[in-house]
């Protein structure tokens, strides 16, 4: 298994990325909980990877999607992070992962994703990268209700940050300004390779209620091609 699906596009401008696009586990990894909670947040970014792939068609641009789930290693962590291989998601026991082989596991998954967002940022020099996520209205425990529609995330860079979060509002959208998390302490793969590289960025953080259904995600995909026209003019 891959651990990145690249998406070709003509249009060059835009990149776009998704770190949770997959729940998919390797057959040979057994993470010990009921299959049905594959189908749950905490293990996808529900509607996220749709969202990609019809932004992606929209706007003729290339996208990268992560092929493996978040529960097997979260490709939106640095490899020194406490929740990189979770041992509990949302009050979930991930028994299968108490005794994994950590560096094992980062170098099958995590370093070749990474080398692929590395290789593609460089080569193409996008003037703009959108990383693509999608967060629950409310965690399973010890949740609050999350009333924003769309969160827009980011750590130095502002460039890109603070004309999203106007864009949002000034269409009426209930919009996170660094909200439901801050991407001052969650944003590994932006850091990475787009602070990292000079590349004006922004993550997207879509309620997934709005999202789950393909309608949802289409919609979406259009105000987010909206919003990359808005940034690169």
């Known amino acids: 298994m891959s651990a990145a ?48 792939r019809a932004l992606a068609a929209k706007l003729d641009c290339p996208a990268i999607l992560a092929t493996v789930s978040r529960l097997v ?30 560096p094992a596991r980062i170098a099958r998954f995590h370093t070749p994703y990474h080398r692929v967002l590395r290789d593609q940022v460089r080569a193409r020099r996008p003037r703009l990268i959108l990383s693509i996520h999608s967060f629950t209205p409310c965690l399973e425990h010890g949740g609050t209700d999350r009333p924003w529609q769309v969160g827009v995330l980011y750590n130095r860079d502002t460039r890109a ?57 289409r919609e979406w995909a259009d105000i987010l091609a909206d919003l990359a026209g808005h940034l690169l003019r």
């Open 161 to 217: 940050a603070h004309p999203t979060v106007k864009f949002f509002r000034d269409r009426g959208f209930v919009t996170g300004d660094n909200e439901p998390y801050s991407g001052r302490l969650l944003n590994a793969t932006l850091n990475r390779h787009a602070e990292g590289q000079g590349r004006p960025s922004v993550a997207i953080e879509i309620r997934n209620d709005l999202i789950r259904e393909d309608a949802g995600a």
């Open 5 to 52: 699906e690249i998406l070709e596009g003509g249009a060059q401008d835009v990149l776009l990325l998704c770190d949770h696009a997959s729940n998919a586990v390797p057959a040979d990894i057994d993470l010990g909980i009921d299959p049905a909670l594959l189908d749950n947040h905490i293990a996808i970014d529900i509607g996220a990877a749709a969202v990609t």
């Open 73 to 102: 290693i979260d490709l939106h962590r640095e490899p020194d992070h406490i929740g990189l291989i979770p041992h509990r998601s949302d009050g979930h026991l991930i028994p299968g992962n108490e005794s994994v082989d950590k």
